[in-house]
């Protein structure tokens, strides 16, 4: 059915009969086509308050109908189940020991070596965990089938078995490869989205990475209190989208954020978060976000069932530049891409960085030359803080000149900053600098970008590459940029000054110049030069000679002294690259692109003159999961993306009341566009 | 070179205050900029910076006071501001042993990015006297190894001082020292050497190995 067949008629479907319909639904046997699954998908977006009107029963069949495909090879059970109990470990004896409580009548006659045997063939055979973490979402699934019809013990077993296989294969996160930086990606997303929670928790030393990468390894499932995480998995589930889960995390999270920005101590907040409970309850007084209504364009509604949560979650991630997005996929399910980073150097580059940085693909899309591409992705406010005379040279549509000459005065930061709140507050807002390799400007965008999320405002994030990064991107007219002179960007108009030439006038000025006196003479030896080159090139390198000027002017003293202690050589990072690298004369280190070739493709062959430096960490394409769309259904379903994206709405608002906030019914709407 | 200070220029000076979690460096900051204590603790995130303008003898300074995240998450964040630095200020709890032997470790993660630079070490929150587990002589003693393990081609020397940021207990002193040390390094030492005009960082790429910067090589600027 389309969203525009019968709105009416679905409007007065009543919760009784979606509720028949979802049921009746569920009891056919029918094969699991997509098409099947997404009848189950709408039937289940009619019923807000899904999650209280299921059975165990009903839950197992809406997990089967959502978890199994056409392909699914369902198991059986091995005839020997009693031979593994003699297998079983002190674990496995003791989650078999819960599980015969849990399942109830449904596991009569089962005897306890057999149910043994079947947590030990589901360990060591079918690779479930049942550790701290996951041993609660089992017992959650196992719960289930307390009230399934009496009937065949083993045929129920096999069940759990099928379910449990198919949750751990598709949902559940094992690895721990890129743990590490998953804590620190997690808290950067938290800050992203968060500011004022984020450094909150950063305040009083809570490692905020840990609990939501906690919540989501465990699907929001505690050993002892497994009850409430069927509500959030129902939704999980329903939505065929495990990127979702973390982000579900940082909702959860957040809508508690009044009370953890009330905590003083460490230990008060450590408890709350060590206990909470998964469980929804509308409470008015935690409704209204009021630290939320922060100019972002919709503020996260308040979570009063698993679908609200979902809800907000999915706010989150279309909130979240498409690349932390990957990034984050990869870091929790190692099998989904390939990360161009090994996991020690993706932990490390999460660690230098004040904010969630962007990459470059990011506004691939964002500053796209298509349209169609541009208004599916985020819109960012650039903050460039390159020397006028480059902003004039080029810049990127709606950024705001910031100049590179704030340097490290308070005051001028104080006006910077506020000069970006004011016209900029609620949206993405991106730092950029040249994108050269000079420590004194990295250091001084890193300032900016910290001083604006001290400020709390959302949706800071820095671009490492730098406008030198874009220009390959410009140049092949991938993306929009404000140029004063276009036929410069244009790729077969440059045999005089090329743009390793122009490269090469770069690295000569940022190395060689550590007085203004130095930078003035280079400069004028540049301009000479450009002269002989004609006028046209002379532009350019007046546009180059610029680049970073203002920070070189400024920092003169620190640039010669740092040169003089021989501190221009290659960082660690740098150290670990290539030997070519690392030999080259260059006093200022590059970055050295990983050889792994990137999927993000600039359309031709890297310039290695061009000194091209890629920081885009994906390097694959993600890997559909099992169940996810097929790729005619995915593209359908982005191309109605753009309609429900949250750039769209108009104004900022939070309400105490879910029911009645149009903001709340414009979400839902969008929502559940996303399924009709 | 001479060594002779210019009095009317306003010398600017970096300093970096470094030391565990929890030993009291932003208050130090706090207390020496703004004449303020907070006793409500609450973690450094990253780096932050105040500056003060002070007369150390006849000349103007301009302190930039980096306070740094102690958290060990922090660090490689915070340790990025180490660059150009003047001098540093190294603190650590005179109620928390293991502050105290963390000391070493930060001056040598500072020393790696910055170079050896003059410092004071701090022993901090003495008006938690009852509590103390560092006494006085040990630390007065660190520094004096420090002092005479030196390079001696490159002297630096590290002065000890006991504070109380609550109290405001020697804080003026410790920093007034430590700007003191690193306006006499700064006036001592030669002005830098600008690099030969000639230097060419292109010479081994191709088409440009004449090695001066005028070649024909498109643009050599």
């Known amino acids: 059915m389309s969203t525009a067949e019968s709105p009416k008629t679905e409007a007065k479907v009543t919760l009784e009969e979606a509720k028949t319909a979802l049921f009746e639904i569920l009891d056919k046997k029918t094969p699991n086509t997509w098409e099947q699954v997404e009848v189950v998908q709408k039937a289940c977006m009619r019923l807000p308050t899904l999650s209280t009107l299921l059975t165990g029963e009903k839950r197992c069949q809406l997990y089967e ?29 003791s989650v078999a020991k819960q599980l015969s409580p849990l399942m109830g009548p449904s596991v009569e006659g089962v005897s306890e070596a057999e149910l043994k045997g079947f947590v030990c063939y589901l360990g060591t055979e079918k690779g479930f965990r049942f550790g701290e973490k996951q041993v609660g979402i ?13 009937g065949d013990a083993k045929a129920n077993l096999k069940r759990l078995l099928n379910l449990s296989v198919a ?7 094992s690895s721990t490869l890129y743990e590490k930086a998953t804590l620190s990606l997690l808290r950067l997303l938290l800050q992203y989205h968060d500011p004022a929670l984020s450094e909150a928790l950063d305040h009083q030393k809570i490692e905020v990475g840990r609990y939501l990468l906690d919540w989501s390894s465990s699907l929001f499932a505690k050993k002892d209190d497994h009850e409430a995480a069927v509500h959030v998995l129902d939704w999980i589930l329903i939505l065929l989208e495990r990127n979702m889960v973390p982000y579900a995390a940082l909702a959860f999270l957040m809508s508690n954020r009044q009370a953890v920005m009330g905590f003083r101590t460490e230990e008060e907040t450590t408890e709350y978060l060590q206990t909470l409970s998964f469980k929804f309850s509308y409470r008015k007084e935690s409704a209204l976000n009021a630290g939320l209504v922060d100019g972002r364009r919709i503020a996260p509604l308040p979570i009063w069932s698993g679908k609200s949560l979902m809800q907000n979650a999915d706010l989150l991630v279309r909130n979240t530049p498409l690349s932390a997005q990957n990034v984050l996929e990869c870091c929790l399910w190692p099998d989904t891409a390939q990360l161009s980073k090994s996991p020690e150097a993706l932990a490390h580059h999460y660690s230098l960085t004040p904010c969630l940085p962007i990459e470059r693909s990011d506004f691939a899309t964002s500053f796209s030359t298509k349209d169609a591409t541009r208004s599916a992705a985020l819109d960012y406010v650039v903050i460039d803080s390159r020397a006028r005379v480059s902003y004039e040279h080029a810049n990127l549509p709606g950024s705001i000149f910031v100049g590179d000459v704030a340097g490290y005065d308070q005051e001028r930061l104080e006006q910077l900053v506020s000069r970006v709140e004011e016209k900029a507050k609620g949206s993405h807002v991106c730092v950029l600098g040249t994108g050269r390799a000079i420590d004194e400007e990295k250091n001084l965008l890193k300032l900016i970008a910290m001083q604006l999320v001290r400020k709390h405002l959302p949706y800071v994030g820095l671009l490492y590459v730098g406008f030198k990064g874009l220009i390959p991107m410009i140049k092949q007219k991938m993306i929009v940029a404000n140029l004063q002179h276009p036929e410069d960007m244009a790729e077969e108009t440059a045999p005089l000054f090329t743009n390793a030439a122009l490269d090469a006038a770069l690295d000569t000025i940022s190395s060689n110049l550590p007085t203004s006196e130095e930078v003035r003479q280079r400069a004028e030896e540049v301009r000479q030069k450009a002269e002989e080159l004609g006028s046209l090139a002379k532009e350019r390198a007046e546009a180059a000679r610029s680049w970073g000027l203002g920070v070189f002017s400024q920092l003169q003293e620190k640039i010669s002294e740092v040169r003089s202690q021989g501190l221009f ?23 050295v692109r990983p050889s792994i070739a990137a999927a993000f493709s600039m359309g031709g062959e890297a310039d290695p003159a061009e000194g091209d430096d890629d920081f885009d960490l994906i390097t694959s394409v993600p890997k559909p999961m099992k169940s996810a769309l097929p790729a005619e259904e995915t593209a359908k379903k982005e191309a109605q993306k753009p309609q429900a994206a949250p750039a769209a709405a108009p104004k900022p608002a939070v309400h105490a009341d879910p029911t009645a906030d149009p903001n709340a019914k414009k979400v839902d709407e969008e929502f559940e566009k996303l399924f009709m | 070179m001479s060594s002779n200070p210019t009095p009317a220029k306003k010398q600017l000076l970096k300093i970096i205050i470094l030391g565990d979690s929890g030993v009291g460096k932003t208050s130090l900051m706090h207390q020496f900029v703004s004449k303020k204590f907070d006793s409500r603790y609450k973690a450094t995130i990253g780096a932050d910076f105040l500056t003060k303008e002070l007369t150390v003898g006849d000349q103007v300074v301009s302190l930039q006071i980096w306070d740094t995240a102690g958290q060990e998450r922090f660090q490689s964040l915070g340790s990025a501001f180490y660059r150009g630095a ?5 603190v650590y709890d005179v109620t928390v042993q293991e502050s105290f032997a963390h000391v070493g470790s930060w001056m040598e993660e500072f020393s790696i990015q910055a170079g050896r630079r003059d410092s004071v070490l701090i022993g901090n929150k003495t008006d938690l006297e009852d509590r103390r587990q560092v006494p006085t002589r040990t630390a007065q003693m660190w520094c004096d190894k420090q002092n005479a393990e030196g390079d001696k081609n490159d002297k630096t020397e590290m002065k000890y001082f006991e504070t109380s940021a609550r109290e405001n207990t020697g804080v003026e002193e410790a920093f007034m020292a430590v700007a003191a040390a690193a306006l006499a390094r700064k006036a001592s030492q030669p002005a830098p050497v600008p690099p030969p005009s000639t230097v060419n960082l292109n010479q081994n790429q191709p088409g440009n190995a004449g090695g001066s910067n005028n070649t024909n090589s498109g643009c050599s600027c």
């Open chain 2, 86 to 90: 003047d001098a540093c200020v190294l």
């Open chain 1, 569 to 591: 050589t290659p960082s660690t990072e740098e150290a670990k690259g290539t030997s070519a690298a690392s030999t080259e004369p260059s006093l200022i280190g590059r970055i």
């Open chain 1, 138 to 150: 089992f017992f959650a699934l196992a719960a289930q089938f307390h009230d399934v019809p009496k």
């Open chain 1, 167 to 173: 949750l751990r294969e598709e949902y559940l996160i």
């Open chain 1, 65 to 93: 109908k959502l978890l199994y495909d056409e392909h699914t090879k369902i198991l059986d059970l091995p005839d020997n189940l009693a031979e593994y109990a003699t297998k079983a470990s002190e674990t496995h004896e």
